[in-house]
């Protein structure tokens, strides 16, 4: 697919069939979210593949604008021992927020659907993450990206606006 075409196809899907994803897809969408950029080349991210059905069930009771069933969950988190010292450490927010739309472009292209749902910086729903993924102190979680074969189509869609450029000369 064309660059193009993959951009106004990226849609949140939140209904999904029961076909497991392979770990062959799964590869090639860690490969996408590890190619992003990000401040000073910190690459701050770590990604939790869930695959678990109990996992899976165990984390939609936890995020409350997230309860979606799908074969997959990919959390993305920040490392902060990873991360740039001081001020700078919060680029890892950005630096895995670029990972996470290269996922869902990824997703788009290999006919999957997926949506991003937004964990950090809710404290509470942090913490409960973290705990039901028994994550390390230094892994912060930013999203579950929830993958699936989608089972609701949504159209293409392009929100351009010329309203919203502002062009200095
Ligand atoms: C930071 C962020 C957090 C989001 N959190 C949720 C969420 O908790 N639950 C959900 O269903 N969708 C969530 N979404 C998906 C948005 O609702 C969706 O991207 C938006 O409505 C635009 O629709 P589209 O993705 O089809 O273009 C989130 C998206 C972003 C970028």
Not at 27 to 42: D, E, F, I, T, V
Not at 69 to 88: W, Y
């Amino acid at each position: 697919m064309e660059l193009s075409e993959v951009l106004l196809k990226r849609r949140s899907v939140r209904r999904f069939e029961e076909k497991a994803v392979s770990d062959d897809v799964i590869q090639k969408l860690l490969h996408a979210g590890m190619s992003g950029p990000s401040a000073c080349n910190r690459t701050p991210w770590e990604f939790y593949v869930v695959k678990s059905a109990v996992k899976l069930k165990e984390l939609k009771s936890v995020a409350t604008f997230s309860k979606y069933e799908a074969p997959l969950a990919i959390v993305v988190c920040g490392n902060l021992s990873r991360a740039l010292p001081v001020q700078l450490a919060e680029f890892w927010v950005q630096d895995c927020s670029a990972a996470t739309e290269n996922v869902l472009l990824a997703v788009t292209d290999l006919g999957l659907g997926a949506v991003w749902c937004g964990v950090y910086p809710q404290k509470r729903v942090v913490e409960r993450v973290k705990k039901c993924l028994n994550l390390p102190e230094k892994h912060i979680p930013l999203n579950i990206i929830y993958i699936g074969y989608p089972k609701e189509e949504q159209p293409e869609r392009d929100q351009y606006s010329e309203k919203r450029v502002h062009i200095i000369e």
